[in-house]
């Protein structure tokens, strides 16, 4: 392969050599077919890789190129502990009939290791792991998906849960244009753990960051703007609010500016 270590489920591309006994290319075959294939001898211990792509197609002058991808079975991950387990490495190797030959006889390249990347490299940035069944990954097959137009990701073994990863929605006040790429149109953020927080707004809004009773929630973090009417005293606080400008005060929409003689404050 060209590139390694790959990710699952993100093809790579298989040169194919035909070659004879001295190693030379024999660069007159331009039609026999090659086949990729998934070893599943005795100690492979994975026959449900999946294998998709291009998996077969003729020879040219001798060599074809094969973009192919693996998804193997994952035994476990961890999010906070940064590691994947994979059931074993995938296996495979290249076969076809000869079509030189006078009888089409079999060619068969040896078996060939696919290094796939682990833990929080297991994808590329922007991608989340993505498993065959909805319970996790024990024994499922495992892709690395890339988050869409209005999510993200900045770890691809994170997520809402700790069972499966998940690209997380776009906050309200941010642009998720796929991938890991965000920009935020108000506040400051920071990144904690595995995901953007809104750590404080701009003078005069109120810092959002939760449905009820206080309960954090990645989904509803934005700045709201007070009204012209309202002040606050901190905004970088969620649980400091927008006020109503009191009897005799003077506000505007950021702070309490004056207020009548011998009022408290």
């Not at 009417?229 to 905004?235: G, V, W």
């Given at each position: 392969t060209f590139e390694a270590p790959g990710h699952p489920g993100i093809p790579v591309q298989v040169l194919v050599r035909k070659l004879d006994a001295y190693d030379q290319l024999i660069a007159s075959d331009s039609s026999s077919l090659v086949?990729?294939?998934?070893?599943?001898?005795?100690y492979q211990r994975d026959p449900n890789v999946v294998i998709s792509g291009t998996t077969f197609a003729d020879l040219e002058n001798g060599r074809v190129s094969l973009s192919v991808s693996f998804s193997p079975t994952f035994d476990g991950f961890s999010s906070s502990k940064g590691w994947t387990s994979l059931r074993t490495q995938p296996r495979f190797y290249v076969s076809g009939a000869d079509l030189q030959s006078p009888s089409s006889a079999l060619m068969r390249s040896v078996v060939l290791d696919v290094i796939l990347a682990n833990g929080?490299?297991?994808?590329?940035?922007?991608?989340?792991?993505?498993?065959?069944?909805?319970?996790?990954?024990?024994?499922?097959?495992?892709?690395?998906?890339?988050?869409q137009t209005g999510t993200y990701s900045l770890n691809p073994l994170a997520g809402y849960s700790s069972t499966m990863p998940a690209c997380f929605n776009c906050p309200p006040d941010g642009i998720c244009s796929g991938g890991f790429a965000v920009t935020f149109k108000a506040g400051t953020w920071v990144i904690r753990g595995d995901m953007y927080v809104l750590f404080s707004c701009p003078l005069g809004f109120q810092l959002v960051n939760s449905l009820s009773?206080?309960?954090?929630?990645?989904?509803?973090?934005?700045?709201?703007?007070?009204?012209?009417?309202?002040?606050?005293?901190?905004?970088?606080?969620?649980?400091?609010?927008?006020?109503?400008?009191?009897?005799?005060?003077?506000?505007?929409?950021?702070?309490?500016?004056?207020?009548?003689?011998?009022?408290?404050?």
């Open positions: 086949r990729v294939s998934v070893s599943n001898e005795r929080t490299s297991v994808c590329p940035k922007g991608f989340v792991l993505s498993f065959s069944s909805g319970n996790g990954a024990l024994g499922s097959t495992g892709s690395c998906v890339a988050c009773a206080g309960v954090f929630s990645h989904d509803v973090q934005r700045c709201v703007a007070c009204l012209a009417d309202q002040y606050i005293m901190d905004s970088s606080w969620p649980n400091i609010s927008c006020s109503k400008c009191p009897a005799g005060g003077s506000c505007n929409g950021s702070a309490l500016v004056s207020k009548v003689d011998g009022a408290a404050r």
